[in-house]
């Protein structure tokens, strides 16, 4: 259900971007979504689906591209991806350091918008 707030959020982007453009519909909506966020493809749509009805966005498509998880080595500063299903502690590839950041991986953006 925590897919209702987010899809809100978008629209609300969506909608004051495309009203300062003078749009009259949208047709598609491309979003970047990290690979960590537990955001769901399709609930993203149907939240969006009911949040957007009644608006210029009722009927668009979400296009989903699901962003890699990204982590910063502390040590070296090497940046490497992880595949967050293996479930294990993810090492830097350079110098073997278990201490690093997140780059990339939860964040949901707005990449752009197909309007009419």
Known sequence: MHELPV???ILAVVLKHAASNQVKKVVAI???VGELSDLEDAWMQQYF???SKGSLAEGAVLKIERIPVVMRCSACGHS???NVKDGMKP???ECGGDKHSLVSGREYLIKNMEVL
């Open 30 to 32: 491309h979003l970047q």
């Open 80 to 82: 490497f991806r992880i």
């Open 7 to 9: 899809m809100n959020s």
């Open 49 to 51: 689906d009911y949040v």
């Open 91 to 93: 090492l830097c590839p």
